[in-house]
């Protein structure tokens, strides 16, 4: 008999509290994972951040027919035929060499089972889409790959009975949005002068001379005033609840409703300070 998907478990109040992570943004459906399971799975919030994530994220675009990063505003779910571009992504990602180190024994649990499209698809329709809506949210995906220690029921007990965001956890988040406006802002005017840097005359000189100082330019400086606001508030939200800056988790040990937040919001803004931060 088929496997069943765990929306029976599910009532009514937990049914459209789990749809309403699933219509958060994939950073945030991970958050609230990640919240929810820290202890079990804290240890593998990196590979969620720096693979999977990515992976999804590539996928949307993929979808979309978004070529550049500055154009892409973070989506939610996939199409179940886009969740099978995911999977394959994501197999295709773990077997290049030089991604190596993500097939390590400390990453087994996060490893996707290999399987063919066919198998996925039905794998997809009749396990990962808890709630049928015909779609793969990041959550659903979450759920699936660790359910060892997962499922949507479990989920939906622990997420619950963790309330309302915390206004600082909520200050840091909007304060790395902010940073996000900025750098869109900053990458499509670099975008554009590139563009015309491309051709000639005076126009393309003009172009040239306006990219050679866009490190200094007000773009530049909002996103540096952002970034520093965003530490800022990153640095209090931690100090408020707790010391889980370098990751962890995964020991069984006690932990916070937020850890997952915090732990995530550290992660994103040293990606951003690496790319963007004055040097």
Known sequence: MA???FT???DAEALAFFNSVCEKKFSEQAVHFLNAYWPEIGSQAEFIFTVAWETIKYADMHFKGIQLVFK???GNELDLNIGLYFYEQLCKF???PKNKQWTEDQ???SQPEMLTAIRRKQELREKVDVNFDGKVSFLEYLLHQYQEFANPADFCVRAMNHGEEHPEIRKARLALEEVNKRIREYEAEK???EAEAAGTGVKALRAKNMLAQLDSSPLAEELNKALITAEAAVRIATRKFGGVKGGG???GAASGPNDGAVWWMNRDL???KKRYGRK
């Open 3 to 5: 496997a069943k998907s």
């Open 8 to 10: 029976e478990k599910l």
């Open 72 to 74: 892409y505003e973070e």
């Open 94 to 96: 773990l077997e290049q």
């Open 107 to 109: 990453w087994k649990i």
């Open 191 to 193: 975008a554009r002068l």
């Open 249 to 251: 988790g995964g020991d």
């Open 270 to 272: 040293e990606e951003k």
